[in-house]
């Protein structure tokens, strides 16, 4: 068991416990992150100037920027104290993130933005070796279920405040947001630096440069998880637009939705990952999720044209069969990052299996909206064929390509 683990003696003050810590700075970062997200858009189209394409366009270079940048911040953590690191990516955040108070023109947004999101996807990978650093076996996945619970919660409370700033619509108010998320990755670093030193696991090994781009197994798993994750922007893009347009159902279902959505994430996220610090139950839980999200695409496009009382039946079944399928993946996702990454090269291993993430971030958007409103019903059935045959694929590519390293003593969780 590692020390950092929340299973401490009791001279350990409850504040100072390592996921006690994690998961209040994560929830408070987490509120000024979803303000500026809320904001985002309305801000830089209405008051820093810059059009709509141009928006789209910086955060889609910023994107690939920051997928790009990854695994070499993340192997920063590997190579150096993961806390430590840490903290510098957080107080570079902040400062990046005050920046878009003077993005008024293009190459001043896709510069600020870039940075921002070189900082975010590998302060991601570093903090995701810093969680393992600090936990082992079920522990690891329990904490990072736990943070992303907090995570949600913040978000959505961020949003309302977003929310608030977006009805009085002035610069002062956008100002406030942006600041308000750089005052939060402050606070966050002033919490990671009462956490314990996390060991450098790679110290006293030789380690190969960037040992994870080497790794096709693991290459295979990143992409099957990118393309589950196509399903990302159902609840917060296809479905408003869908219910709104082809459905007899108020245009307050959506928001609805979305907010139940929010509820059973938060009160289920840490039964879902029970079991899946075990690779094998990671894969079939990521068999699952597909299947689970892929029937709540079906159930979406069932709500067109049927009377009012029917279909928001058949959309509240939706929402709970694609909700469980959400915890699933995110889950099964969680236990096979950690689990077949080697403990030296975490931060580095984190970094990698974000690519697939990222790139869904990147492509989903306009695929979902090609599927669900450009084609209709056809579309939810292909967005469901991918998500179920992407995650079906999971248990088989780790029975086949993972056959000898499952129990490799540097993998996480070997095979029963």
């Given at each position: 068991?590692?020390?950092?683990?929340?299973?401490v003696?009791?001279?350990?003050?409850?504040?100072?416990?390592?996921?006690?810590l994690?998961s209040?700075?994560?929830?408070?970062?987490?509120?000024?992150?979803?303000?500026?997200?809320?904001v985002?858009?309305?801000?830089?189209?209405?008051?820093?100037?810059?059009?709509?394409?141009?928006?789209g366009?910086g955060?889609?270079?910023?994107?690939?920027?920051g997928?790009?940048?990854?695994?070499?911040?993340?192997?920063?953590?590997?190579?150096?104290?993961?806390?430590?690191?840490?903290?510098?990516?957080?107080?570079?955040e902040a400062?990046?993130?005050?920046?878009f108070?003077?993005?008024?023109?293009f190459w001043?947004?896709?510069?600020?933005?870039?940075?921002?999101?070189?900082l975010?996807?590998?302060?991601?990978?570093?903090?995701?070796?810093?969680?393992?650093?600090?936990?082992?076996?079920?522990?690891?996945?329990?904490a990072?279920?736990?943070?992303?619970?907090?995570?949600?919660l913040?978000?959505?409370?961020?949003?309302?405040?977003?929310?608030?700033?977006l009805n009085?619509?002035?610069?002062r108010?956008?100002?406030?947001?942006?600041?308000?998320?750089?005052?939060?990755?402050?606070?966050?670093a002033?919490?990671?630096?009462?956490?314990?030193?996390?060991?450098?696991?790679?110290?006293?090994?030789?380690?190969?440069k960037?040992?994870?781009?080497?790794d096709?197994?693991?290459?295979a798993?990143?992409?099957?998880?990118?393309?589950?994750t196509?399903?990302?922007?159902?609840?917060t893009?296809?479905?408003?637009?869908?219910?709104?347009?082809?459905?007899g159902?108020?245009?307050?279902?959506?928001?609805?939705?979305?907010?139940?959505?929010?509820?059973l994430?938060a009160?289920?996220?840490?039964?879902?990952a029970?079991?899946t610090?075990?690779v094998?139950?990671a894969a079939?839980?990521?068999?699952?999720?597909?299947?689970?999200?892929g029937?709540?695409?079906?159930?979406?496009?069932?709500?067109?044209?049927v009377p009012?009382l029917?279909?928001?039946?058949v959309?509240?079944?939706?929402?709970?069969?694609?909700?469980?399928?959400?915890?699933?993946?995110?889950?099964g996702?969680?236990?096979?990052?950690?689990?077949?990454?080697?403990?030296s090269?975490?931060g580095?291993?984190?970094?990698?299996?974000g690519i697939?993430?990222?790139?869904?971030?990147?492509?989903?958007?306009?695929l979902?909206l090609?599927?669900?409103?450009r084609?209709?019903?056809?579309?939810?059935?292909l967005?469901?064929?991918i998500?179920?045959?992407?995650?079906?694929?999971?248990?088989?590519?780790?029975r086949?390509?993972?056959?000898?390293?499952?129990?490799?003593?540097?993998?996480?969780?070997?095979a029963?």
């Amino acid at each position: 068991m590692s020390a950092g683990t929340d299973l401490v003696p009791s001279t350990v003050a409850p504040w100072r416990r390592p996921l006690t810590l994690l998961s209040a700075a994560t929830l408070l970062n987490s509120v000024g992150t979803g303000a500026w997200l809320t904001v985002q858009a309305v801000y830089l189209v209405r008051s820093a100037g810059l059009s709509p394409d141009q928006v789209g366009l910086g955060l889609a270079l910023s994107g690939l920027v920051g997928m790009v940048a990854a695994a070499p911040v993340g192997r920063l953590a590997d190579r150096h104290n993961a806390r430590r690191v840490t903290i510098w990516v957080l107080c570079l955040e902040a400062l990046a993130t005050a920046l878009f108070l003077f993005a008024h023109n293009f190459w001043l947004f896709l510069g600020i933005t870039s940075a921002v999101m070189v900082l975010e996807r590998g302060g991601s990978a570093v903090r995701g070796a810093m969680l393992a650093g600090l936990f082992q076996g079920a522990e690891r996945v329990r904490a990072r279920a736990a943070v992303r619970r907090a995570f949600n919660l913040g978000a959505a409370a961020g949003a309302g405040l977003g929310a608030l700033a977006l009805n009085e619509a002035t610069p002062r108010t956008y100002a406030v947001c942006i600041l308000l998320n750089a005052a939060t990755y402050v606070v966050a670093a002033v919490l990671n630096l009462l956490m314990p030193a996390v060991k450098t696991a790679s110290a006293s090994r030789e380690r190969t440069k960037m040992k994870a781009l080497r790794d096709r197994p693991f290459w295979a798993m990143t992409v099957l998880n990118g393309l589950v994750t196509l399903h990302y922007p159902v609840l917060t893009l296809a479905l408003p637009l869908w219910l709104t347009q082809q459905t007899g159902l108020p245009r307050w279902a959506s928001g609805a939705a979305f907010a139940l959505n929010t509820v059973l994430v938060a009160a289920l996220q840490l039964r879902a990952a029970k079991g899946t610090e075990d690779v094998t139950v990671a894969a079939r839980r990521m068999r699952h999720a597909g299947f689970a999200v892929g029937a709540g695409c079906l159930l979406f496009a069932a709500t067109a044209s049927v009377p009012l009382l029917p279909g928001a039946l058949v959309l509240l079944l939706a929402l709970v069969v694609y909700t469980v399928g959400e915890l699933w993946h995110s889950a099964g996702a969680s236990g096979l990052a950690f689990g077949l990454a080697p403990d030296s090269d975490q931060g580095e291993y984190q970094g990698i299996f974000g690519i697939g993430t990222s790139l869904a971030q990147i492509l989903a958007p306009p695929l979902v909206l090609l599927c669900a409103m450009r084609w209709g019903v056809p579309g939810w059935f292909l967005l469901a064929a991918i998500t179920t045959l992407s995650g079906a694929a999971v248990p088989v590519v780790l029975r086949t390509m993972y056959r000898e390293r499952l129990t490799d003593p540097q993998i996480g969780s070997p095979a029963p």
